[in-house]
């Protein structure tokens, strides 16, 4: 590309050079001298991936910038498995759910050999930047990339439906996989209260319950258990009863897959682990109903909401924050503001440290806590 000065480094309709919507990342004295620039989603998908690959690539192309498409996360730069991203390529794809790209739960560095071609391979391509979207690995991974040197130019954007990164106040993803959640929730409801029943609804929430805090208070449960605080089942009951020596003949449980009684582990459906070190969880819901019926004879019925969560199209919330960190992001990298991550503070969008994003987990805010339980029983 050439280089390009803009002289006010405001927006391009002010913009002699007339690059970009948005506030012109090509300052005064700085030269933007990119010209092929890699985008790859890693992790479990969620709901706003592919608005986040079409703002990076719509911002690009307004800059006459390449941008290549790194396909199913790191292991496209294992393999060099990648697509070149046009402006046609991502044509329609806002409210469709998934990631055109592909993803995985590769780890770069579970193999000297896989680190050394995603390094070589980066070479090759000819990239001068990489903008990484995904949550607590993919961007743990990104972070090793930059510290030791081996790809520096990275720039991320926080991805997750389980919004348990640090350094923004919310992921995209979370807000679609609260609003299913909460639907199902509802229906759940009318059912429970037509058979007298306690329902337990599980969602997703691995060691942060989030999506059960959320749901749970927006769709009015009368229980919320998260991996934060460990489950009482005499407490459970007690809660229980209390609604029921109320004339309210059903119960609504809402429990985080990743919940756990005192003194036990978290509920696992498989031992294995994945590259980086994973369990997979689920069933925390079915022998919570079962513990339930056997402590106070309730009936009880339970429903895993699962995946379900991640897939389909993303509410207007998450295609409008996915947009604006895909903007975001480009800035990053024309900025060469390497190492930072689109983030959410308030209401604006602003950058912050990857490596504070990956550092402590962000678990639910008790005081959110506190106020949902103010209608527990
Ligand atoms: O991406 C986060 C998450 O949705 C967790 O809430 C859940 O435990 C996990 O992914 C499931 O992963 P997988 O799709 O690999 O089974």
Redesign the pocket.
């Known amino acids: 590309m050439q280089a390009v000065e803009c002289p006010v480094g405001k927006l391009a309709v002010e913009c002699p050079v007339g690059k970009l919507d948005v506030e012109c990342p090509v300052s005064k004295t700085e030269v933007c001298d990119m010209e092929r620039i890699g985008v790859l989603t890693g992790?479990?998908d969620?709901p706003g991936l592919n608005a986040v690959i079409r703002a990076v690539v719509r911002a690009a192309s307004k800059n006459d910038i390449k941008v290549i498409g790194i396909k199913n996360g790191w292991k496209g730069l294992i393999e060099k498995d990648t697509v070149e991203l046009k402006m046609d390529s991502v044509s329609g794809i806002l409210p469709r759910g998934g990631t055109i790209l592909g993803t995985s739960?590769t780890n770069p560095y579970k193999d000297p050999e896989d680190l050394k071609k995603v390094i070589e391979n980066f070479k090759a391509l000819g990239l001068d930047a990489l903008i990484a979207i995904g949550?607590e690995d993919t961007l743990g991974a990104a972070n090793k990339l930059i510290k030791d040197k081996s790809i520096p130019n990275i720039v991320g954007v926080p991805k997750?439906?389980?919004n348990d990164l640090s350094a923004t106040d919310f992921t995209f993803g979370f807000d679609t996989a609260v609003n299913i959640a909460t639907e199902a929730i509802d229906r759940l409801h009318t059912t429970a209260e037509s058979h007298h029943r306690v329902m337990v609804a599980e969602v997703?929430?691995?060691h942060a319950g989030w999506i059960a805090i959320y749901s749970g208070i927006a769709s009015g449960a009368d229980i919320i258990l998260i991996p934060e605080l460990p489950i009482d089942l005499e407490e459970v009951c007690v809660l229980l009863k209390k609604r029921q020596a109320r004339g309210k003949g059903f119960s609504i449980v809402v429990v985080s897959?990743g919940a756990k009684f005192k003194d036990s582990d978290m509920v696992l459906q498989e031992e294995k682990l994945?590259a980086f070190g994973h369990v997979?969880?689920g069933g925390i819901a079915e022998i919570l109903s079962k513990k339930i019926e056997e402590k106070i004879g309730f009936e009880t019925r339970y429903v895993v909401l699962g995946?379900i969560q991640?897939g389909g199209t993303p509410t207007a919330f998450d295609r409008v924050l996915a947009t604006r960190f895909g903007v975001k992001a480009f800035e990053l990298v024309v900025n060469k503001k390497f190492g930072r991550m689109a983030s959410l503070s308030g209401n604006q969008v602003v950058d912050a440290p990857i490596e504070k994003a990956v550092g402590e987990l962000k678990t639910v805010d008790m005081k959110l806590y506190d106020i949902a339980k103010v209608f527990f029983g």
């Open positions: 992790g479990g969620c739960r949550g997750t439906i389980d997703m929430g691995r897959e994945d997979r969880l995946h991640r």
